[in-house]
Structures are given as C-alpha cells and as structure tokens.
C-alpha cells in the first residue's frame, strides 16, 4: 500500500539501506485483510480512504513484523513466504530481527503523527498495543511454542481442549483483526452499541480466518500458497483442525461466517464489503 511504501523509502540521514531493504520486503505482498478491515469498518461512519490510510499503513506494519519473527529459526523455521524466501533467508537473521523490530515501532510513529485530535490518537496506539502485546499476539504466540511442547522436558505436544485452542487463537490471530475493526469505528467516531457490533463481527471472523488458515496447511500445497505446508500436523499444533478434523473445521468455519455477518445487521447494506470479506476469509484458495 502507497502509504506504507512511502514510509520505507530512503531519504533521511541515518536510515541503513540493507535494513530499510529488509523491511520492503518483508511488508511487500500478501492479502492486506487487515488494512482492508479498518478502512471499511472507518467508512461505516463516513470516514474518507484518505484519512484512514495511515492507521491502516500502521496495523500492517505490525502484521508484517509478526511475520518476519515467526518466520525465524527460533520460531517456526520458515524460508517461504507470499512465494518468496523469507526475511532472514533473503538476508540474513539479524537483520530480519531488525526489520521486525522498526515495523513495529514504525506502527506507533505512524499512529502517533496521524492527522487526528490527540484522544484518537493515543487511544489508537494503546489499542494497538494491546492487541500485538502480551495480552494479544505475542501471547498467543507463546501459547502456540507451549502447545508445541517447546518448553516440555519430553517435548510433547500439550493436549488442549476446544475452550484453550480458541483462547489461544483469539490472542495469537483474532486480536490484531478484532483491533483493526475496532480501529476504524475509534477514527468514525462511532457508538458504543455500533463499536459491540463490530467487535462482535471481528471477533467471529478473526477465529474463522485461522481456521480457513489452517484448513489451508492441511490440504493446501507450497506452490499455490506461496508458504510451506502441512507443518501444523508435523509439529503437533494446536488447532481446531487437529482437534475437530477437516469436517468438523468446516462446520465450525461455517458457523463463525454466518455469526460475523449476523453482527452486522445494523448497518444494513453499508457494510456489504465487510460481509463480502467473511465470506472470502471463509473461501480463499492462499
């Protein structure tokens, strides 16, 4: 997106080029849900593409640095990504490790010259914070390495109910889409019973798009998505997958689309774009 490529551009004195370069790559691609999120959510409530932009730039950043760092050998070991080698395979892992890093602190510099009065502004930033922190997807995160076994002394996979799957994956997915939606009814300057509606639509759709995602693992191939596939099952994940089978995933990503557009019932026809997003979440192919 415009927005975001502007900020990664050389210029200033003191930006390093290999890292400014790692930073483009690791944020160049992919679907850009989430941006897409927070500008339709902005424009329930009037809010112009324009003024939208740079808060949307800003939560794309901090999904784009989550991917650079769970791509890495420490995390989940990855040298694919949207089709291409990851970060750290096409540079090298400091530098990925430093390319995550500046997306993320770009996010909150983004956010915090946003043309906005200074309580949207700084309640955009704590929401933000809250959603990639320890509460949101670095938690979730962490909970993933421990369902794994990481920290076991036999490193044996955790057996975990429905209830902490759908914990876990609220935190480590759903909490930056949830945020983002909620993003834009904080720039529309919407109602609290508007803002319920909307949580309640990302919420559905941030558990419906791991689920799609995971669906993808299991039966998807490297070529058409562009990432490597099947790992969940080798390294014994978490995911409503394993604990449902493909079936029952289905059922369940079914339920969730229909309870995300029921959400949106009080915008009527204004938030078609939103419901049209579920059901891709719901359909998509990578």
Wanted: aromatic share 4%; charged share 25%; hydrophobic share 50%.
């Amino acid at each position: 997106m415009a927005e975001l490529g502007g900020a990664l551009r050389p210029g200033e004195i003191g930006r390093p080029a290999r890292l400014l370069a790692a930073m483009r790559h690791g944020a160049t691609g992919g679907k850009r849900i989430r941006p897409f999120l927070l500008i339709e959510s902005a424009a329930l409530f009037g809010v112009a593409e324009a003024t939208a932009l740079p808060a949307a730039a800003a939560f794309e950043c901090v999904h784009c640095y989550s991917l650079i760092h769970d791509d890495l050998p420490a995390m989940d070991d990855d040298d694919l990504r949207r089709g291409r080698p990851t970060t750290h395979i096409a540079f090298d892992e400091a530098t990925a490790i430093l390319a995550g890093d500046s997306l993320l602190t770009l996010a909150f510099d983004l956010l915090a010259n946003l043309q906005a009065d200074s309580e949207t502004r700084v309640a955009l930033i704590a929401l933000l914070a809250r959603a990639s922190g320890v509460g949101g997807m670095a938690g979730g995160q962490m909970l993933d390495l421990e369902a794994e076994g990481r920290f076991a002394a036999d490193r044996r996979p955790l057996a975990l109910s429905l209830a902490e799957i759908e914990k876990l994956q609220a935190m480590k997915t759903g909490a930056l889409l949830a945020a983002v939606c909620e993003g834009g009814a904080m720039l529309g300057r919407a109602r609290e019973q508007e803002r319920s509606a909307l949580a309640d639509y990302a919420r559905a759709l941030g558990l419906a798009f791991q689920i799609a995602d995971d669906l993808l693992d299991a039966e998807g191939d490297a070529a058409s998505l562009g990432k490597t596939t099947a790992k969940d099952a080798s390294r014994g994940k978490a995911t409503l997958v394993s604990a449902l089978g493909v079936d029952g995933a289905r059922k369940r990503l079914a339920e969730l689309i229909g309870t995300a557009e029921a959400a949106l019932t009080p915008f009527g026809p204004r938030a078609d774009m939103l419901r049209e997003c579920a059901r891709y979440v719901a359909a998509r192919e990578k």
